[in-house]
């Protein structure tokens, strides 16, 4: 099974508030995306937005350039939906985010909860920070949320990386500033606990600089 089919079943399996990762609010990416982007009409990129219902919350603030990449369809057929009418506000990504082809140096914010965690191959990680130098803007803002040393080897069937400050240091590279970090307990939809990790990075400049 691709890595695209297995998350499409993820999906059509469970509703949105059933998966491990579901919270009804992400009230922490919301305060460190305002303390990045205080300018609403800043661009701003929700990697693994999926069903999250962080969109909603940042367009209920005022945000006016928002893009969510999912590499599930029918997550973000589901998202669109739940929109109505602001989901045409909205722009749609469909893809993996180590393949998928960004526009250059054009967000101010690339946000993700729970899918960096995901990547276990060298390769695939190296090919997301890629990502992300080509996609930022000087002096943009990369906000993660990834699990902490503590969490669960295992997340939706699918082994995963556990990180302290010092790996995901290691892993974003010297051209980001670290710029503060904490630990959050989630609660699953099932009662169970999760450590993540909050990192909010300033992107020190462009690959060449």
């Known amino acids: 099974m691709t890595t695209k089919a297995y998350w499409e079943s993820v999906y059509r399996r469970n509703s949105a508030n059933e998966v491990s990762w579901y919270r009804l609010h992400l009230e922490e990416s919301v305060k460190l995306i305002q303390q990045a982007a205080p300018d609403c009409s800043a661009a701003i990129i929700d990697v693994g937005g999926g069903e999250s219902?962080?969109?909603?919350?940042?367009?209920?603030?005022?945000?006016?350039?928002?893009?969510?990449?999912?590499?599930?369809?029918?997550?973000?057929?589901?998202?669109q939906q739940r929109l109505g009418k602001a989901a045409s506000t909205v722009v749609w990504l469909v893809g993996d985010i180590t393949k998928a082809t960004l526009p250059k140096q054009r967000y101010a914010v690339w946000h993700d909860r729970a899918?960096?965690?995901?990547?276990?191959?060298?390769a695939q990680q190296a090919a997301y920070i890629q990502q992300i130098l080509n996609s930022l803007t000087k002096d943009g803002h990369l906000v993660m949320a990834v699990f902490g040393p503590d969490s669960p080897k295992q997340c939706s069937g699918l082994e995963v990386v556990r990180h302290d400050i010092e790996l995901l240091c290691k892993h974003v590279g010297p051209k980001f500033e670290l710029i503060n970090h904490s630990l959050e307990e989630h609660h699953t939809p099932r009662g169970k606990t999760q450590q993540f990790l909050y990192a909010h990075f300033r992107f020190k400049g462009s690959k060449s600089s």
């Open 53 to 79: 219902t962080l969109v909603d919350d940042l367009l209920t603030l005022g945000y006016q350039n928002i893009s969510v990449l999912d590499i599930s369809s029918g997550a973000i057929q589901a998202t």
């Open 115 to 122: 899918v960096f965690h995901f990547l276990v191959n060298p």
